[in-house]
């Protein structure tokens, strides 16, 4: 359930981010400024993710999944409380800590539970619960914004992860020791400190000797965190990590934290360079051309990193064997995945209508598929190979993204196209499962936090990379059909252009499936019986 609100979240912001625009001050005009409002969460859920894993090894996975909710509650009381852009994206960065966290740890406790073997059926279960969560998250935000603000809905996240964290509590096997003493009055000082500067409620903000303290240092900028009161909460916080340290810092040297910060720098340039830009008109973001040689000198720095370390951050005996496919086709499925997601509505929008939020919807036949093909994949393996079944749903989604690379005027019509879409989730569903068991199998009992964590990034290197690149070869086709046109002002031949693109985007999803399909072969044809 953690698993299904951090994805609902991803997307949750679909709908509100024009009203999220505005209450940070920003006007619609400034789209590309609202940018880091979803690539700050995308940042916060890929970068930390092999960290969290490997702390998940570590500690135990309730300690685990019980902080990250912690963390995601209180991204999303910042978010909440936020009415400028800054604080706002700090708040989306943070929820993304929280909710990548959560992923690698509950598929570590598949792994803890069920035998190799046995656990194709919970892992297709996590799988299908977090793409459910996908499809939930505009519908959840819809139907928050139909009764309220869009800042009801982050209040709404934190009402839900206190819940959940309670269940984590009521059900887990440790009881955590209760917090005591002075780390706890600096923390919940810390807490209403920066509750009272985000807030800044109006009978004291307004009071001519209670407001002093939420007068902005920058009286022209009206914010709200550089105050002093947001002084006071960022150095009572400070104290609180201060205090706490000889709790946290120990497992945070074994679990190799300089490793976890280069790695974590290059996948965020990553995340940076590519999630920031706009499909339409460019294949890296603004800072993209500064960002990659940093994260080309982190990664090397990490390889060197992980060959000197006692302990690295990626214990040496993970990636081996099955888990380096696997680790491939999680990557190609998410390019498959991402085409799909991002060129339908395109699609739409071309084609069928002019609102966004009615192309958004066609979407849906594709992502109620991708849940019940996780829910099949993870059954199936219980009688057939790893291999064999990812393979075979990857075939299936390339055979139907060959079909779609040939679609045009009138093609989202026909009931031929529910079938499609429909084929394609149903056959990227398939591969979740398979890859999940043949990393885990492959990996130590003591890693298998990390070699969950692994397979979530591929798949969402994947799908950000993956689509910058489809995008990049959509776009040149597209722009030579424009530049061929006798006139540039014809609206029938320019949207004919653009289907040129969307075409390419499907043809390059369907070749990534087939290799993700051809690849499978190496994580087994046959079930492993232990």
Same mark, same amino acid.
């Given at each position: 359930?953690?698993?299904?609100?951090?994805?609902?979240?991803?997307?949750?912001?679909?709908?509100?981010?024009?009203?999220?625009?505005?209450?940070?001050?920003?006007?619609?005009?400034?789209?590309?400024?609202?940018?880091?409002?979803?690539?700050?969460?995308?940042?916060?859920?890929?970068?930390?993710?092999?960290?969290?894993?490997?702390?998940?090894?570590?500690?135990?996975?309730?300690?685990?999944?019980?902080?990250?909710?912690?963390?995601?509650?209180?991204?999303?009381?910042?978010?909440?409380?936020?009415?400028?852009?800054?604080?706002?994206?700090?708040?989306?960065?943070?929820?993304?800590?929280?909710?990548?966290?959560?992923?690698?740890?509950?598929?570590?406790?598949?792994?803890?539970?069920?035998?190799?073997?046995?656990?194709?059926?919970?892992?297709?279960?996590?799988?299908?619960?977090?793409?459910?969560?996908?499809?939930?998250?505009?519908?959840?935000?819809?139907?928050?914004?139909?009764?309220?603000?869009?800042?009801?809905?982050?209040?709404?996240?934190?009402?839900?992860?206190?819940?959940?964290?309670?269940?984590?509590?009521?059900?887990?096997?440790?009881?955590?020791?209760?917090?005591?003493?002075?780390?706890?009055?600096?923390?919940?000082?810390?807490?209403?400190?920066?509750?009272?500067?985000?807030?800044?409620?109006?009978?004291?903000?307004?009071?001519?000797?209670?407001?002093?303290?939420?007068?902005?240092?920058?009286?022209?900028?009206?914010?709200?965190?550089?105050?002093?009161?947001?002084?006071?909460?960022?150095?009572?916080?400070?104290?609180?990590?201060?205090?706490?340290?000889?709790?946290?810092?120990?497992?945070?040297?074994?679990?190799?934290?300089?490793?976890?910060?280069?790695?974590?720098?290059?996948?965020?340039?990553?995340?940076?360079?590519?999630?920031?830009?706009? %499909?339409?008109?460019?294949? !890296? #973001?603004?800072?993209? +051309?500064?960002? &990659?040689?940093? @994260? =080309? $000198? *982190?990664? /090397?720095?990490?390889?060197?990193?992980?060959?000197?370390?006692?302990?690295?951050?990626?214990?040496?005996?993970?990636?081996?064997?099955?888990?380096?496919?696997?680790?491939?086709?999680?990557?190609?499925?998410?390019?498959?995945?991402?085409?799909?997601?991002?060129?339908?509505?395109?699609?739409?929008?071309?084609?069928?209508?002019?609102?966004?939020?009615?192309?958004?919807?066609?979407?849906?036949?594709?992502?109620?598929?991708? %849940?019940?093909?996780?829910? !099949? #994949?993870?059954?199936? +393996?219980?009688? &057939?190979?790893? @291999? =064999? $079944? *990812?393979? /075979?749903?990857?075939?299936?989604?390339?055979?139907?993204?060959?079909?779609?690379?040939?679609?045009?005027?009138?093609?989202?019509?026909?009931?031929?196209?529910?079938?499609?879409?429909?084929?394609?989730?149903?056959?990227?569903?398939?591969?979740?499962?398979?890859?999940?068991?043949?990393?885990?199998?492959?990996?130590?009992?003591?890693?298998?936090?990390?070699?969950?964590?692994?397979?979530?990034?591929?798949?969402?290197?994947?799908?950000?990379?993956?689509?910058?690149?489809?995008?990049?070869?959509?776009?040149?086709?597209?722009? =030579?059909?424009?530049? /061929?046109?006798?006139?540039?002002?014809?609206?029938?031949?320019?949207?004919?252009?653009?289907?040129?693109?969307?075409?390419?985007?499907?043809?390059?999803?369907?070749?990534?499936?087939?290799?993700?399909?051809?690849?499978?072969?190496?994580?087994?044809?046959?079930?492993?019986?232990?």
């Amino acid at each position: 359930m953690a698993v299904a609100l951090a994805a609902a979240d991803t997307y949750v912001v679909v709908l509100a981010l024009t009203d999220m625009m505005t209450g940070v001050g920003l006007g619609i005009d400034a789209l590309q400024k609202a940018t880091p409002i979803i690539s700050g969460f995308l940042l916060g859920y890929v970068a930390v993710l092999p960290l969290i894993g490997r702390l998940s090894d570590l500690v135990s996975r309730q300690q685990v999944l019980l902080w990250c909710l912690v963390v995601f509650v209180l991204g999303s009381a910042v978010t909440a409380l936020a009415v400028e852009l800054t604080v706002l994206v700090t708040g989306r960065v943070v929820q993304g800590i929280g909710g990548g966290g959560l992923v690698p740890a509950t598929l570590a406790i598949v792994a803890d539970l069920w035998p190799p073997g046995r656990r194709g059926t919970p892992l297709g279960v996590v799988g299908a619960v977090q793409e459910l969560g996908s499809v939930l998250g505009p519908v959840l935000g819809a139907a928050v914004l139909a009764v309220a603000d869009w800042r009801a809905i982050f209040w709404l996240n934190v009402v839900l992860g206190l819940v959940l964290a309670g269940a984590v509590l009521v059900t887990g096997r440790h009881r955590p020791s209760r917090p005591r003493g002075i780390p706890t009055v600096v923390g919940a000082l810390a807490l209403g400190a920066g509750a009272l500067a985000l807030a800044a409620p109006a009978a004291l903000a307004t009071d001519v000797t209670l407001g002093v303290p939420f007068v902005p240092f920058d009286p022209e900028s009206g914010s709200r965190a550089a105050t002093p009161i947001g002084v006071v909460a960022l150095l009572l916080a400070l104290a609180w990590l201060a205090v706490t340290a000889p709790r946290w810092w120990p497992v945070l040297r074994r679990a190799d934290l300089p490793g976890a910060l280069l790695l974590g720098l290059a996948l965020g340039t990553v995340v940076l360079t590519f999630a920031a830009s706009d %499909p339409e008109r460019e294949v !890296v #973001g603004p800072l993209g +051309l500064a960002l &990659l040689p940093v @994260g =080309a $000198v *982190a990664a /090397a720095l990490y390889l060197w990193r992980h060959r000197r370390a006692a302990e690295p951050l990626v214990a040496r005996g993970v990636v081996r064997g099955r888990a380096r496919p696997a680790l491939v086709v999680s990557l190609l499925a998410g390019v498959a995945l991402v085409a799909v997601v991002v060129d339908v509505p395109v699609l739409a929008r071309l084609t069928l209508t002019d609102s966004q939020t009615t192309a958004a919807f066609v979407l849906v036949r594709f992502l109620v598929a991708v %849940p019940v093909g996780a829910l !099949v #994949g993870g059954w199936l +393996l219980r009688r &057939l190979g790893d @291999g =064999a $079944v *990812a393979g /075979a749903g990857l075939l299936l989604a390339a055979g139907g993204l060959w079909l779609m690379s040939g679609w045009g005027r009138g093609s989202l019509d026909s009931a031929s196209a529910t079938v499609v879409l429909a084929c394609v989730g149903l056959g990227v569903g398939l591969a979740l499962a398979p890859v999940n068991n043949a990393a885990l199998a492959s990996a130590p009992h003591d890693a298998h936090g990390v070699a969950s964590a692994l397979v979530v990034v591929a798949r969402m290197v994947g799908m950000v990379v993956g689509l910058a690149l489809l995008t990049a070869v959509g776009l040149h086709r597209y722009y =030579a059909e424009v530049a /061929a046109l006798p006139d540039q002002t014809d609206t029938a031949a320019l949207v004919a252009a653009g289907l040129v693109q969307v075409q390419t985007v499907f043809a390059g999803a369907a070749l990534a499936a087939l290799l993700g399909a051809l690849v499978s072969a190496g994580l087994g044809l046959r079930r492993v019986h232990v």
